[in-house]
């Protein structure tokens, strides 16, 4: 056994940080993204796109491009509505105020909820890059030439950008006053009022948590095709959800059973969210290979993916907290507005959600008063981001701590400390909908402030005043809710040759899927890893799937495969007790071999695999959310003549309920992490406030973090086992850009409060940074 496949003393590879299996076939080339496959006869599409925000289409004129050489075909949205297409809908019902239940449950994608988004623009245009037309050529450059020339006549209209603005502009949607597409609520607003009433000290504040772009290193990208023969679509996608995109390609789009289109992921450059849902883009390549005859690829390029992923975050809101004369919080109060763009996306009602699961995060607080409301503007639809609404809720919450900390002249940790659940309230139910089952949530902050060195700041920070710069320590506790709602299963196969196959439900994008699902199956069988194979992103070998989201892979795919793993063992049992004419209770299993008890009569799997079929399925649906918590503490040095901010330290502990691979626990944590500071400080989403123009459509202007940006992460991992979970494990894909971005931005205030600075916006550029400074002085 090689030294990247050692076992622990007690031979288990569970715990253990088992180098990444699937790596050697990525860092050897011979990984396999939508760029990498080919296909005989293989055209190509571009995509006209809306140049205004919130406008009329008069007229498309394609006569032009038509004529232009390679050109297959130009398709508009009149086309579309010719052939009966439909349009996307929302998948995730929104929530309803809680004196306001539904007397039924509406149909999935309901239109009186959410109007579903046409694939092509039929009259008129909502959001700037909306899909308006499409154009087929030979070559990419044939078809984007053509693109440009395609004409289109507009009725501009003063578009909405601003989700505060939104709730008093004229509406979008006639059925949405107010720009109203739902509401809902939490807590007990007659309790808050009187805890407002009789409290010492009310702090507030006000948070515009800007829209995000997602981008992923790989761009979104689809190759469709269509068999005639067979009647079936297939598309190759990047995708992290391709068996619920199949199923809703058929049943939305196409109005076909739900197996006429197979969808085929192999690998993923990376999705967070953006890679799950369904896309105009993916129902396009398909409808045209239709029509033509061939393969129809497209893939977005870089700017492009600002103008057509769906985007994450965008939250407004207003929150502020009572606290007793002790700095114990009575009562926490929040109205917070969801800019869910011009329509309800997919899965766009998820984030706004999330704060009634987990907005009181790691502290007791005793009474909440929530008002929820998710709001038309001119931006495309938003969609889970990583995270997905936990980063929002965090964010103004540890803000919030923070703030008040100051007014009451306590320090953010003390402040915190006084606020904590105790481990021994466990299972805690909150003033929400949730109930923690377990967590530790003072010894997070224990092993956090250990390792960031807490006690030796102050002499950190008079050594960066002495060379006349500000230093600032943050701290940013986060909870999240993860992995409910959707049950899932594994299938687990067994051949002659005595390989383990298993065919299961979720889909790599970078988690280690191939390596710690080996790592627990092995475990669970008593075999070697190598013995493994997992097979994911066909829907033809998975077609139950749900796919990877909300950090659910290894809770609910992980927990279906070693329960899977346990229904082989008594699978094979029966047919070892057959097969040695022995009854099943003599008869024991250990590392891959039943024997009956007390000989040296034994079978192997693959022995008892070779005359029949010898499988194994288990469906497993949770029984609740797991909780994952920690504490991460950000420091920075801020340059106050230039307001260029430097991140020097940033100490992370987190409660992963078990760490089935230590290693990929840390690059989960450190990627995570990384894309927080992101966007604490570099990640701008700017559109022109009157024309709604983008004026930051690439990385010129919407800057990633690079390597010389971020520090050495100091991590601890802490576990806590999840109390309903087979093996205890929580999650932590979401836990770093949950926790980063308050972290950072705290401890910049850290550092400029002795200027008088109190808030500052995301992100954090050195010129916002300056001005912020100067404002102060003013």
């Known amino acids: ?28 080339g011979r990984g396999r993204y939508i760029a990498d496959l080919s296909f005989p006869s293989t055209c190509h599409m571009a995509v006209v796109r809306s140049a205004y925000p919130h406008a009329d289409i008069l007229a498309v004129e394609t006569e032009g491009a038509h004529s232009m050489p390679g050109v297959l075909g130009i398709w508009t949205g009149q086309d579309v509505l010719a052939d009966g297409l439909g349009g996307i809908p929302w998948e995730r019902l929104p929530p309803t105020p809680t004196a306001e239940p539904r007397a039924k449950t509406p149909a999935a994608g309901d239109p009186a909820i959410g109007q579903p988004q046409p694939i092509l623009a039929e009259r008129r245009v909502r959001y700037l890059g909306q899909p308006v037309a499409v154009v087929v050529a030979e070559t990419l ?16 209209y003063k578009p909405i950008m601003a989700v505060r603005d939104a709730v008093s502009a004229e509406p979008l949607w006639d059925q949405a006053p107010g720009n109203l597409c739902f509401r809902t609520d939490a807590g007990d607003a007659n309790a808050a009022r009187e805890a407002f009433a009789r409290a010492a ?13 997602q981008n992923p290193l790989e761009t979104r990208g689809y190759v ?43 690998d993923v450059g990376g999705g967070f969210g953006a890679k799950n849902p369904l896309y105009p883009e993916q129902a396009l390549v398909l409808w045209i290979a239709r029509k033509i005859s061939r393969s129809v690829r497209w893939q977005a390029n870089r700017s492009e993916g600002f103008l057509s992923d769906y985007q994450g975050r965008g939250q407004a809101t207003d929150a502020e907290a009572a606290f007793d004369a002790h700095g114990r919080i009575l009562a926490l109060r929040v109205r917070a507005l969801a800019d869910l ?11 706004l959600g999330m704060w009634r699961i987990m907005g009181t995060s790691v502290y007791d607080i005793p009474v909440i008063d929530f008002d929820l409301r ?13 995270g997905a609404g936990a980063p929002e809720a965090a964010f103004v919450l540890e803000r919030l701590l923070d703030t008040a900390a100051r007014e009451l002249d306590l320090t953010p940790a003390e402040i915190r400390r006084r606020n904590l659940i105790p481990a021994s309230a466990m299972p805690y139910r909150t003033a929400g909908l949730s109930i923690y089952d377990s967590g530790d949530f003072a010894a997070a902050m224990d092993a956090a402030e250990k390792i960031a060195d807490t006690h030796g700041f102050s002499e950190r920070r008079a050594a960066s005043e002495a060379k006349g710069l500000r230093r600032g320590i943050g701290y940013g506790n986060l909870l999240e809710a993860c992995g409910a709602g959707i049950a899932d299963r594994a299938d687990i196969s067994c051949s002659p040759e005595g390989e383990i196959s298993v065919r299961i439900g979720t889909m790599s994008n970078g988690q280690s899927h191939e390596t710690v699902y080996a790592q627990m199956l092995a475990d669970s069988l008593g075999i070697g890893m190598e013995r493994i194979r997992v097979i994911q992103g066909d829907s033809n070998e998975t077609p139950w799937g749900m796919g990877t989201g909300a950090c659910r892979s290894m809770t609910i795919g992980g927990s279906a495969l070693v329960l899977a793993g346990d229904d082989l063992i008594e699978n094979g049992l029966t047919i070892a007790a057959e097969m040695f004419e022995a009854a099943p209770q003599d008869i024991e299993y250990e590392a891959g071999r039943y024997r009956i008890r007390g000989t040296d009569r034994v079978l192997t799997l693959e022995e008892i695999a070779r005359d029949r079929e010898f499988n194994a399925s288990h469906y497993y649906k949770p029984l609740n959310s797991t909780y994952p918590n920690g504490c991460h503490i950000a420091e920075v040095e801020v340059d106050p003549d230039t307001g260029a901010v430097v991140l020097l ?19 989960q944590l450190a990627g995570g992490v990384a894309q927080g500071v992101g966007q604490a400080l570099f990640e701008r989403n700017d559109h022109d406030p009157d024309s709604g123009q983008l004026l930051a459509g690439s990385f010129m202007d919407c800057a990633m973090p690079r390597a ?14 999840c109390t309903h979970t087979p093996t205890g494990v929580k999650s932590v894909g979401e836990a770093g850009p949950t926790a980063a971005p308050v972290a950072v931005i705290n401890a910049i205030i850290d550092a400029l409060t002795p200027l008088g600075v109190r808030h500052i916006a995301m992100p954090a550029t050195p010129e916002t940074v300056y001005r912020a400074i100067q404002a102060a002085k003013d």
């Not at 450059?141 to 501009?156: I, R, T, W």
């Not at 197996?259 to 085929?264: G, N």
């Open 708 to 721: 010389g940006d971020l520090p050495f992460f100091s991590t601890k991992i802490l576990e806590v086992p």
């Open 374 to 386: 998710g709001i038309h503007t001119n931006h495309m639809p938003t969609c889970p981001y990583r």
């Open 201 to 213: 000290h009310i702090s507030a504040i006000s948070i515009d948590n800007e829209r995000l772009v």
């Open 141 to 156: 450059a044939q078809a984007k030439d053509a693109a440009d020339a395609v004409l289109v006549e507009y009725q501009e």
């Open 224 to 266: 469709g095709q269509y068999d005639k023969e067979t009647e079936r679509y297939t598309l190759h996608a990047a995708a992290g959800k391709p068996q619920t995109v199949g199923r809703a390609l058929a049943r939305d789009i196409f109005h076909l059973a739900e197996d006429r289109v197979r969808v085929v992921t192999k």
């Open 341 to 351: 763009g011009a329509y309800l996306g997919p899965r766009g009602s998820t984030a």
């Open 649 to 667: 330290r940033y100490s992370m502990a987190q409660d992963v309920g078990r760490a089935l691979n230590p290693m990929v626990v840390e690059g």
């Open 1 to 28: 056994m090689g030294a990247d496949r050692q076992l622990d003393s007690k031979g288990h590879y569970v715990g253990q940080s088992i180098r990444r299996v699937e790596d050697h076939r990525l860092l050897t």
